[in-house]
């Protein structure tokens, strides 16, 4: 059974840090993109960022670019998320997805593919 478990949300000031986790099981992901999503209260759900574990590729919503890096631990099956300079606007459920179908992360909508997906972990950045 393929599954994927979110760890590291929490409670953090303005300008703290976390990182995310995204531990895969039931499959070896090594080949597959990985995307980290959220949805904040109210709002629909948009994309943050992806990795390529078939080009190694990254990719970055506008609004985290330079503050929020996603690395791959292909030994581990397990994806991280590493968000600096972190805003209340950050504030959301994090989730991250993966597909059989999807391999890379540039030329698809960020969704496209992504079959599978956690249950997601809380971020809150208070001001």
């Known amino acids: 059974e393929v599954q994927l478990v979110e760890s590291g949300g929490g409670l953090v000031q303005a300008g703290g840090s976390l990182r995310l986790s995204c531990a895969a099981s039931?499959?070896?992901?090594?080949?597959?993109?990985i995307g980290w999503f959220r949805q904040a209260p109210g709002k629909e759900r948009e994309g943050v960022s992806c990795?390529?574990?078939?080009?190694?590729?990254?990719y970055y919503a506008d609004s985290v670019k330079g503050r929020f890096t996603i690395s791959s631990d292909k030994a581990k099956n397990t994806v991280y998320l590493q968000m600096n300079s972190l805003k209340p606007e950050d504030t959301a459920v994090y989730s991250c997805?993966?597909?059989?179908?999807?391999?890379?992360?540039?030329?698809?909508?960020?969704?496209?593919?992504?079959?599978?997906w956690g249950k997601g972990t809380l971020v809150t950045v208070s001001s």
């Open positions: 997805a993966t597909g059989f179908s999807r391999y890379y992360c540039s030329g698809y909508t960020w969704d496209y593919g992504m079959d599978y």
């Open positions: 039931g499959f070896t992901f090594d080949g597959y993109a």
């Open positions: 990795i390529s574990n078939s080009d190694g590729s990254t």
